[in-house]
């Protein structure tokens, strides 16, 4: 049964509209501005990085079921006794099941996971002078990332798992912006994408798996409500750090 797409907005639409109008407006000066940046630096054209950011946004509404939780939790029932021709009302204790939906959100989770491993595989060794040196920097940033939203994120009762839309996009930056000043500049963009979106991803949801049944809600969106926002911003940080740091 749990295996239909949910459709559930992970951010509220003024935030949403935010996103998108934010969107909009950067796109059009980086396909006429920085073509050659982008090009040489991600080998993508500023069109296609621009349709992946629009899909994620897009694919945000979109929730894949993949397992469900369950949890023993007390219940208080309600029984009627009669006493002396007297009906008396009396709470009982009952262990009952409470289940938990666990999906992946589309735009924040499925979507970073697949541009992560392309950066990985393909773009780091064919853009970076040293793929090993990078790799290691990628390994940096998203040690720092996973430990940063780790300790900040949040369990919200009836809701999920949350973390402050400001600390991905920030830390990301920051961490970026050391290894390439400590080790030189090569493939800021990657690096950055890489080590914010999966590192948000393990630090807010996976390294939280297991508290998931203390929730007390009925669904936990992976990338989702809680997550989305920080993720998305990580990635149009990580675009405009290619033109910072190059």
Request: proline residues 7%; charged residues 15%; aromatic residues 8%.
């Amino acid at each position: 049964m749990y295996r239909r797409r949910i459709i559930h907005r992970p951010v509220s639409l003024t935030y949403y509209l935010v996103l998108l109008s934010l969107l909009l407006v950067l796109m059009p000066s980086l396909i006429l501005s920085f073509r050659e940046v982008l090009v040489s630096g991600l080998g993508l054209p500023p069109e296609e990085v621009g349709s992946f950011l629009l899909l994620s946004l897009l694919g945000s509404f979109i929730n894949v079921p993949v397992t469900q939780v369950e949890s023993r939790v007390p219940l208080y029932r309600m029984r009627e006794v009669r006493f002396f021709g007297v009906n008396w009302r009396v709470p009982r204790l009952e262990m009952g099941v409470r289940r938990t939906l666990v999906s992946i959100n589309v735009g924040g989770a499925l979507l970073p996971i697949i541009v992560s491993l392309y950066l990985l595989l393909y773009s780091i060794p064919l853009k970076s002078p040293d793929p090993i040196l990078t790799y290691g920097k990628v390994f940096f940033v998203l040690a720092i990332e996973t430990v940063v939203v780790y300790r900040s994120s949040r369990l919200i009762k009836g809701l999920g798992i949350a973390t402050p839309a400001f600390v991905p996009p920030v830390t990301v930056a920051l961490a970026t912006t050391f290894v390439h000043i400590l080790l030189g500049t090569s493939c800021p963009t990657q690096i950055a994408y890489i080590g914010g979106t999966l590192g948000t991803l393990i630090g807010a949801d996976l390294l939280n798996m297991r508290k998931i049944s203390e929730l007390g809600a009925p669904m936990v969106s992976i990338g989702g409500a809680g997550t989305f926002d920080g993720i998305y911003t990580t990635g149009l940080i990580s675009v405009l750090l290619v033109l910072i740091l190059t």
